[in-house]
C-alpha cells in the first residue's frame, strides 16, 4: 500500500541535543509538509516543501530546520531542542499545492525532551 | 485571517446516538474544507471534504455540508458506534500553499 512512513514512532532527546526525525513516502506526491502538534491542540504547519523549493512558516522558529534529499524523503532537524519542543509530529503529503488536494500524514513521531 | 472553530470537546454519547459536531470558519475566498480523524497514538485521517459551497462530502456514514451562507461545515452521524471514538479536526484550506488551518480538535467519546 501507498503510504507515508515516519520513523521513530517515538523519541527521547535531551534538552539542547540535536535530533533529526524522517519521512518517506510511496505516493510519489509532489509536496511534502510538517506540522507541529503539542498536547491537546490543532497541529500546527512548520514548513512544506513542493519538489525542492523549501517554504517556511514565518512564524516557524530557526531552531527548526528540514531536508528533502529526494522525492520520496523529508527530514526535520530541530538543532537545539527544548522542553517547549516536545510535541507530536506529523508529516503530510499531496500531490499538488492545490487547496483542493488532500493532504495524506503519517503516524507521526512523538518527541519527548529531557 | 484564516481560523476555524469548533465546539468544545469531550462529547460522549452512547452507541447508536445522533452526533453533531459543530465547526464554522473564517476565510477570504473559496476556502476548501475537510473533517480529519485522529484516533489515540496516531496520525490523521481524511474522513471528508468539500472543495465548494453547498458540496456534501460523507464517509463511513459520516456527513458534512458546505454551507457558504452560514460559513459552516458542521459534522454529523446518524448512529455512532464505540470504534468512532476519537478527536476529530475540522480544517480548511485556501490556495496558500495548500496549509491546512485547524480547528482546536473534538474529542469523541461513545460509551457501550
Known amino acids: 500500500d501507498a503510504m507515508v512512513i515516519q520513523n521513530p514512532r517515538y523519541q527521547v532527546t535531551q534538552f539542547g541535543k540535536p535530533v533529526t526525525l524522517s519521512c518517506s513516502q510511496t505516493?510519489?506526491?509532489?509536496?511534502m509538509y510538517w506540522y507541529q502538534q503539542k498536547s491537546s491542540q490543532a497541529p500546527k504547519l512548520l514548513f512544506h516543501?513542493?519538489?525542492?523549493?523549501?517554504?517556511n512558516e514565518a512564524d516557524t522558529p530557526d531552531n527548526f530546520q528540514s531536508r528533502r534529499p529526494n522525492t520520496s524523503f523529508c527530514f526535520l532537524d530541530i538543532r537545539s531542542p527544548g522542553l517547549g519542543d516536545a510535541a507530536m509530529y506529523l508529516c503530510?503529503?499531496?500531490?499538488?499545492?492545490?487547496?483542493?488536494?488532500?493532504?495524506?500524514f503519517g503516524p507521526g513521531t512523538r518527541l519527548t525532551v529531557l | 485571517g484564516n481560523s476555524v472553530t469548533q465546539m468544545e470537546g469531550p462529547v460522549t454519547l452512547s452507541e447508536e446516538a445522533f452526533l453533531t459536531i459543530n465547526c464554522t470558519y473564517t476565510?477570504?475566498?473559496?476556502?476548501?474544507l475537510f473533517w480529519y480523524v485522529q484516533y489515540p497514538g496516531e496520525g490523521l485521517q481524511l474522513l471528508l471534504k468539500?472543495?465548494?459551497?453547498?458540496d456534501k462530502g460523507s464517509n463511513k456514514g459520516f456527513e458534512a455540508t458546505y454551507r457558504k451562507e452560514t460559513t459552516s461545515f458542521h459534522l454529523e452521524k446518524g448512529s455512532v458506534q464505540v470504534s468512532d471514538s476519537a478527536v476529530y479536526f475540522c480544517?480548511?484550506?485556501?490556495?496558500?500553499?495548500?496549509?491546512?488551518?485547524f480547528g482546536q480538535g473534538t474529542e469523541l467519546s461513545v460509551k457501550p
Open positions: 476565510a477570504t475566498g473559496y476556502p476548501s
Open positions: 468539500a472543495t465548494k459551497a453547498d
Open positions: 516543501y513542493y519538489d525542492k523549493d523549501f517554504n
Open positions: 505516493l510519489n506526491h509532489n509536496v
Open positions: 503530510a503529503t499531496s500531490r499538488l499545492r492545490t487547496g483542493t488536494d488532500t493532504q495524506y
Open positions: 480544517a480548511l484550506t485556501n490556495n496558500q500553499g495548500g496549509k491546512l488551518i
